[in-house]
């Protein structure tokens, strides 16, 4: 069973910076498809960030050159790095696993709140 525990959320002012950890508690951490996704009061889930095998990146255009995925394959953790925030960004942030390729499923961690206000 893989479990994903998000940290690093909080209370930020616009034009502040966050960084969201993702620690993953696997035996090993293979170069599974892994995501941010977020949501809002009232709004769709969805995706803000990905990165996959050869770390290649991709991140939905609202969030683009103000967001950095990244990981650490040591701490078997991954990041979002979070900059510029703008009160549109406040929502609950969800890590993501995509372990299909390795004979595991998709996981998701707990979600952590961010709130972007003056």
């Known amino acids: 069973q893989v479990q994903l525990v998000e940290s690093g959320g909080g209370l930020v002012q616009p034009g502040g910076s966050l960084r969201l950890s993702c620690a993953a508690s696997?035996?090993?951490?293979?170069?599974?498809?892994m995501a941010w996704y977020r949501q809002a009061p009232g709004e769709q889930r969805e995706l803000v960030a990905g990165?996959?095998?050869?770390?290649?990146?991709n991140y939905a255009d609202s969030v683009k050159g103000r967001f950095t995925i990244s990981r650490d394959y040591a701490k078997k953790t991954v990041y979002l790095q979070m900059n510029s925030l703008k009160p549109e960004d406040t929502a609950v942030y969800y890590c993501?696993?995509?372990?299909?390729?390795?004979?595991?499923?998709?996981?998701w961690g707990q979600g952590t709140q961010v709130t972007v206000s003056s």
């Open positions: 993501n696993l995509d372990g299909s390729m390795f004979g595991l499923r998709i996981y």
């Open positions: 696997v035996t090993t951490f293979s170069p599974y498809n």
């Open positions: 990165i996959i095998r050869g770390d290649k990146t």
